[in-house]
T-cell receptor
Framework: GAVVSQHPSWVICKSGTSVKIECRSL??????MFWYRQFPKQSLMLMAT?????????EQGVEKDKFLINHASLTLSTLTVTSAHPEDSSFYIC??????????????FGSGTRLTVV | DAKTTQPPSMDCAEGRAANLPCNHS???????VYWYRQIHSQGPQYIIH???NNETNEMASLIITEDRKSSTLILPHATLRDTAVYYC????????????FGKGTKLTVNP
């Protein structure tokens, strides 16, 4: 149980275009989902916390107008990279945890999306 | 900021136990210790977590010191597929509490 599906697994887009990444919890409901970004040979950096039915909470230094997050249902959160530039090329990963579980359970991560902006 | 300190890299021979240390001297009473690993170009995989008692599951064992300021993840019989970056994270209770990753330990299992 507790499977998180992320789509697409990789995407190449032209500079200036927007890209949407989906994160779905397949067998559980998730009130909260998290979005991370990872550059080569670096650790995961938390970008934002996605809250179902409300605005996302962004970490310091992350541009909320550039990285649009929508958490419209208990099983789906989307991250849209708007007006993408080559420096946005990175590995984007989402995670979620069943809402019904207590804090003692770990989060499940998606398989990640490799974004390349050319 | 990450609240844990881990060695940047470790090596282990295949078939031997891998012991990965983690310091979390500022851990609070309600914070759990979590371990994840990330194999190259994949999402992190949950391994194990604990509060104050030692824990064991099918993947690993977690030993937490009595003062909870440090812990050790033990992979009893490391295989080549265990080569990955291992992250030790402390997190408070609550389904909305975020996971903040440090730099982790790159474990290389050698044949």
């Amino acid at each position: 149980g507790a499977v998180v599906s992320q789509h697409p697994s990789w995407v190449i887009c032209k500079s200036g275009t927007s890209v949407k990444i989906e994160c779905r919890s397949l067998d559980f409901q998730a009130t909260t989902m998290f979005w991370y970004r990872q550059f080569p040979k670096q650790s995961l950096m938390l970008m934002a916390t996605s809250n179902e039915g409300s605005k996302a909470t962004y970490e310091q230094g992350v541009e909320k107008d550039k990285f649009l997050i929508n958490h419209a249902s208990l099983t789906l959160s989307t991250l849209t990279v708007t007006s993408a530039h080559p420096e946005d090329s990175s590995f984007y990963i989402c995670s979620a945890s069943p809402s019904t579980r207590g804090g003692g359970y770990g989060y499940t991560f998606g398989s990640g999306t490799r974004l390349t902006v050319v | 900021d990450a609240k844990t300190t881990q060695p940047p890299s470790m090596d282990c021979a295949e078939g031997r136990a891998a012991n990965l240390p983690c310091n979390h001297s500022t851990i609070s009473g309600n914070e759990y210790v979590y371990w994840y690993r990330q194999i190259h170009s994949q999402g992190p995989q949950y391994i194990i977590h604990g509060l104050k008692n030692n824990e064991t599951n099918e993947m690993a064992s977690l030993i937490i010191t009595e003062d909870r300021k440090s812990s050790t993840l033990i992979l009893p019989h490391a295989t080549l597929r265990d080569t990955a970056v291992y992250y030790c994270i402390v997190r408070a209770q609550g389904g909305s509490e975020k996971l903040v990753f440090g730099k982790g330990t790159k474990l290389t299992v050698n044949p």
